[in-house]
């Protein structure tokens, strides 16, 4: 963890948008996106997700903002030019404490030359003298006593950050930490398997605690790539490059509502109600509209965005909308649903997937499933 990147969640947070903090602190979008995956990935917490042209905060974001808003405060008062890693404060909070460079290094396994350097580098990026050097030691300047305090207090205050968030998000190894795409019901083929899996690892693994969380397709690859999950199910029709993974099921999709005739017809029948885009359904449902209409018919498709599948059942059950849905999810509706079937080319994959290299969790998770 650096300054910048607590300085940047903070003035995130404060103008709900990336764009908006990129202008504030006169540094590149990619430069604060990142600084934002960067801090979710070290407390394991999503903090923001899109929303249009900004961003809304979670409830995890409301909750640490305070700690966020302190603790970046704190970053801003240690006066420094440039990024200065928390690492390095600690380090040289260390060799205070020790009275010696040598002694500090020996107590935190690290070369001498190493952390010298690294001191040495604190010192121009604060642009003073930090440490007297002498033959019995390292005594600390006027400005090393004054860096030492507000360092102390900005490293307590990230400690606490770190501890407040939950423990079920926290990275663990005595903690399997799975991902999945939402199940659209109880009823679902994936709430079904997931709750299978869960009973089955719970038996089996009473020792390490299987956490399941279910978010978009779009969350589910970033908190694979941060870290925050060993293993994802993932609704999409292929992998990116850097997840190995196989497919655990498919399921069929079909138009439904007051629908009838082919599937053009069927979704030219009423406002087409859809997730949105960060889920691999809505992928699909786009190359659906793209592979079965004209542009003259898709500019008639009147797109309605839920971002809630129990809502879009009700807009469809009770509004006169139409939408896109596993067949399995739907089947067993009270008074059915009219469906148009679509064909097997649009099949939906799910694919169990995990970070390359990292099949250990995902292979326990694997022979469970598959031994269901």
Known sequence: MDT??????????????????????????????????????EISVTLVERAGAGLVTTLEAVRLGPEITATAALARQLGASGTIKLETLERFTQVAAQGSIRRAARVMGLGQPQLTRQLAQLELAFGAVLLE??????????????LAERATTLLDAWRRLSLASDDRFRKTAATARLGSVIP?????????????????????RPRIPLFVSSTTAEDLLRGLKNGQFD????DTEELPPDLDGRIITRTSLAIVGAVAGDATTALLSAPLAVP?????????????????????????????????????????LHHGFVSVLPQASVAR?????????????????????????GKGIAQAIASMIEGA
């Open 276 to 316: 949105s885009s960060r889920s691999g359904l809505r992928q699909r449902i786009n190359r659906i509209i793209e592979e079965t209409m004209t542009p003259t018919e898709r500019a008639k498709v009147q797109l309605v965005e839920i971002d809630s599948i129990p809502v879009i059942l009700n807009m469809v």
């Open 184 to 204: 659209l019901g109880y009823e679902s083929e994936i709430a079904r398997l997931l709750a299978s899996l869960v009973a089955r690892w719970h038996r089996e």
């Open 133 to 146: 050097r002498s033959r019995d030691g390292s005594s600390l300047t006027a400005d090393g006593m004054a």
């Open 333 to 357: 509706i009270a008074g059915g649903l009219l469906q148009v079937a679509l064909p097997e080319r649009y099949d939906m994959n799910f694919w169990l997937c995990w970070p390359k290299g």
């Open 4 to 41: 910048a990147t607590l300085i940047a969640m903070d003035v995130v947070l404060r103008e709900r948008s990336v764009r908006g903090a990129a202008r504030a602190l006169g540094r590149p979008v990619s430069s604060i996106a990142a600084s934002i995956a960067r801090l979710e990935g």
């Open 231 to 234: 293993a994802a199910l993932l």
